[in-house]
């Protein structure tokens, strides 16, 4: 999917009036952007340690309304606030520096 998406980006008859910039970024950005496995290791590893760190929702039907409720609530109390203090740690100058560089 990111290749088509990156593919498709080059296309500038079917993006022109789309692009944010008019120029392609640097060839390292442009890497690093393509650099989409090491999230996907990284999300198969989050999820095995929620899984290991949540024994006791092992009893739980896969779709019922409690496993609903449950995902709800580990989402908007777990998951969002962890997500918004890591985009705000990325944002720290040595770390902003350290991914944006």
Excluded at 21 to 27: I, T
Aim: hydrophobic share 45%; aromatic share 16%; charged share 15%.
């Amino acid at each position: 999917v990111n290749h088509g998406f990156t593919f498709l980006a080059q296309c500038h008859g079917l993006v022109g009036r789309y692009r944010i910039l008019e120029k392609n970024p640097p060839a390292e950005q442009l890497a690093r952007e393509l650099d989409w496995d090491h999230p996907l290791i990284g999300s198969a590893i989050a999820f095995l340690a929620v899984q290991l760190c949540t024994p006791w929702l092992d009893g739980i039907a896969a779709f019922s309304w409690r496993s609903l409720g449950m995902c709800a609530l580990g989402h908007y109390l777990v998951v969002e606030p962890l997500y918004y203090f890591y985009h705000v740690a990325l944002h720290w100058p040595r770390l902003y520096k350290f991914t944006h560089s």
